[in-house]
């Protein structure tokens, strides 16, 4: 990501557009004046679960990560009752999750509260100009459906059309209690597994990020808050992976399996369910970042400076300078004072990450890492 970027992230929101999810949210008050009745209610609590269902089985797990299968009928009525959230299309929504689950907690991340903060990811980054168009390259394989890039052109119909059925069966406050508050609640839900899964829960396993289980957040969205589970284990239908860890959203799925509605339901591997997978090399470089991070790499180096003075410092180099690429190993084979040893790393990683048995792999990583670090830094000293 370029600097420029960076300084502009923030400053990229297109105002105009958030125009309409702010009204959304003041509309709410206007309950004041329509009254809060109970069909009303009634009406926002079903809108609200069924739609969060619609965002976790089909926005979700199925277009974003075809944790299953489907007929064409159905996978329209799917994204058609997502689309009643006022969430933008479901090719938008599905494209931008595949990357950020490419990326996720990089600096590329399209809503890491790590590198863009915890409003940003919240909700900021929705209306930023450089997430307004939606990557058909990404989706394709939805995108070649013409209903669904009807649906895609027409994203806010759906949603229209239950605000007027709203008004149609419950009057005013039909429209504002059940149609506004259900609205409101299910955005602040499923943002909150963009910004709050990414920053407080527990982790089960090495993913390379920053997901968390939260079982507050599970409760709220149907199973959508076992979010580390689901960041080790992307395709699987099934985010709660302990018989505890409630998730209504599998449950529904599997029932609708055994009408043949849909099939094909994918399930995490036993590898997975004990953690004992082997991780990708992906995840253990990042996970590996994350710890030679901890080692301040120029702390060491000025440390190295200051112990090692004249020629025994000028040697070294001119011996790193010579090395380019291959510092990390002379300095690993000078066993200098300052750097720390191999076991501090293995204590840090235990401290850090969940049981993985890739652990050795993320220490030699990250060791290797910090090494080329300081090396460069002490190499550049001499030019």
Sequence with gaps: MTAEFDNDAHDDIIYPSALPFVLLHLSCIAAIWTGVTWQALAMCASLYWLRIFAIGAGYHRYFAHRSYSTGRVFQFILAFAAQTSAQKSMLWWAAKHRHHHLHS?????????????????????????????????????????????????????????LGGLCLLFGGWSGLIVGFAWSTVLVYHATFCINSLAHVHGSTRYVTGDDSRNNWLLALFTMGEGWHNNHHACQSSVRQGFKWWEIDPTYYFLKALSWTGLVWDLKSPPEQVLRNEQQLASRVINRAAEQLAAYFNSERIALAITSALRGPELSALQDMLSRARHHTSEVLAGLHLPQLPSRDEFLRQAMAMFARTRSLDEIVDRAYELLLASIGAQLASQAT
């Design 105 to 161: 907690d990089t600096e590329h991340d399209v809503h890491s509260p790590r590198h863009k903060g915890f409003v940003y990811s919240h909700l900021g980054w929705i209306f930023a100009r450089h997430h307004q168009t939606t990557d058909l390259v990404k989706i394709a394989d939805f995108a070649r459906y013409p209903e669904l890039m009807w649906l895609h052109r027409m994203e806010i119909l759906p949603a229209v059309l």
